[in-house]
């Protein structure tokens, strides 16, 4: 089957590159374009650890998706939350409480926890459990995952370091 | 693992879309693909065209027609479904949606992709190299099940959290082909075979799904290992239409949704009390048929069932 050339935009990057139909998104953001913060972890849609953000900033499963089927689209990857070196209020927020342990997850959880601030900026409980749902840690981090979200605000404007 | 080889073709209208449906032979159609890629990368779909619909705008959206129905385009995300302002008037429909997976799920996902998931068994959801030490199996065009032996048709059970309420409710489904269109009942809409598990047509399309009003009393339980991001062990949606129990629908525990007809024989008018709903729930066992595959006891399956109706009785008699 005939490689296309699709565009993609990735953390404000437009790309053009050339991809195959037996691509994944994921495939390609880490292959073609070596963005290997985005994980593979089951490669099912069970564990999240290969969640990027759309365009609206929803999270979503780059494992799952056909890379063809994003054509002309934008997402947002772990990569792309930090700022002139400085990170995201939610990543710094992941360093403070502690909420890593071996780190395989943690893209796929800080993505999570992005697209949940993305549609509410202070969630509640229930709020966080459902967005977090679709997203496991193995070593079990989940307790510290939920401080670091719910303490997000006090990372908010904080200087820079 | 890469995904077997295909063409990939996106349409911008629907009447593209039907025509790439006619035209060509061995189609899937995918739309948030949470479904299709899984089954892809497991080479249980392996399609020479993968056609996508998802964001068409002919099949997106929520909104109430003039005759006060509620509808919904196909390929709408359950996120969106969840979110829209019409759904306070099907608050079954909105639980059923947020029951499914999780919200990483529900924001590819879409209506028509859950109501037509293929069909899940314990033999054939594994991967490929697993199968092929026992073989293919009437899923792959092979006289054999290796779910119940003796089985002459395939057992794969029906996936949907969301036909039990839609079915419950009274639903029906628009199908387009690029010469015809057709509605029928959503309870019409599937067969007890888990191979071709829909009446679907090859060169036919799901375009909406269309809910009529109602104000009745309802319930809806999923029943599954963990609350979040699990396929269920068994799902029951229930209704009561002018203090009557007017609806029983178990999902997930046999090849297609199971109108429970014979518990609502046993429970007719009466009032809901224990002794009623426990002789209704007793009655339940009989309508299951053959009951095995996927993870749980033909035992435990029974039980479920059986928990599930009295649980659903109970909500229906304090509503």
Same mark, same amino acid.
């Given at each position: 089957m005939q490689r296309q050339v699709m565009t993609l935009?990735?953390?404000g990057d437009r790309h053009e590159v050339l991809v195959s139909p037996r691509q994944t998104l994921l495939d390609v953001?880490?292959?073609?374009l070596g963005l290997t913060g985005t994980k593979e972890g089951c490669a099912t849609g069970t564990c999240g650890v290969c969640t990027v953000n759309n365009a609206e900033g929803e999270a979503l499963l780059s494992c799952l998706t056909p890379a063809l &089927?994003?054509?002309? &689209?934008?997402?947002?990857?772990? &990569?792309?939350l930090e700022r002139d070196g400085r990170l995201a209020p939610i990543q710094q927020a992941f360093v403070e409480y502690g909420a890593v342990q071996c780190g395989f997850c943690t893209p796929g959880v800080i993505m999570s926890a992005q697209g949940l601030l993305n549609a509410s900026e202070q969630p509640g409980e229930e709020q966080i459990n459902d967005g977090m749902a679709g997203v496991l840690c193995r070593c079990t981090g989940h307790i510290k995952v939920k401080e670091a979200i719910r303490n997000v605000g006090r990372f908010r404007d904080a200087p820079a370091k | 693992m890469h995904l077997p080889a295909h063409e990939f073709v996106k349409p911008r209208t629907l009447a593209e879309s039907l025509d790439v449906l006619r035209q060509a032979g061995n189609v899937k159609l995918i739309a948030g693909g949470t479904d299709v890629t899984f089954n892809m990368r497991g080479r249980l779909f392996q399609p020479d065209v993968l056609l996508s619909v998802r964001g068409l705008d002919e099949l997106s959206g929520v909104g109430v027609d003039g005759d006060g129905w509620l509808r919904v385009g196909a390929a709408t995300r359950?996120?969106?479904?969840? @979110?829209?302002?019409a759904l306070g008037d099907w608050p079954m429909l909105r639980k059923a949606c947020r029951s499914v997976a999780s919200r990483h799920v529900r924001n590819m996902a879409t209506l028509g992709g @859950?109501?037509?998931? *293929?069909?899940?068994?314990w033999y054939t959801n594994q991967t490929a190299e697993w199968r092929q030490a026992r073989g293919p199996c009437l899923k792959n065009g092979v006289e054999a099940c290796h779910a119940i032996k003796t089985s002459p048709v395939c057992v794969a059970l029906n996936a949907s959290d969301i036909a039990p309420a839609l079915i419950a409710l009274d639903a029906e489904i628009l199908l387009a082909s690029a010469d015809n269109e057709r509605r029928l009942p959503l309870a019409d809409f599937y067969t007890a075979d888990g191979v071709h598990?829909?009446?679907r047509k090859s060169d036919e399309l799901l375009v909406a799904v269309r809910v009529p009003p109602t104000a009745d009393a309802t319930v809806y339980i999923k029943e599954t290992a963990r609350k979040g991001n699990d396929f269920s062990y068994a799902v029951i949606a229930g209704r009561k239409t002018d203090e009557r129990v007017s609806k029983l629908v178990l999902g997930c525990l046999s090849m297609r949704p199971i109108q429970l007809t014979g518990v609502l024989d046993v429970l007719g008018s009466g009032e809901l009390t224990e002794a009623l709903i426990d002789?209704? !729930? *007793? !009655?339940?066992?009989?309508e299951l048929g053959v009951l095995t595959n996927l993870y749980t006891p033909a035992a435990y399956k029974a039980g479920l069932a059986r928990a599930l109706v009295r649980r659903a009785l109970q909500t229906l008699k304090e509503t």
């Open positions: 935009t990735v953390n953001l880490r292959g073609q &089927e994003w054509d002309g &689209e934008a997402v947002t990857t772990i &990569e792309g | 359950l996120t969106d479904i969840e @979110n829209a302002p @859950n109501l037509c998931l *293929d069909t899940r068994c598990h829909t009446v002789q209704a !729930a *007793d !009655a339940c066992r009989a």
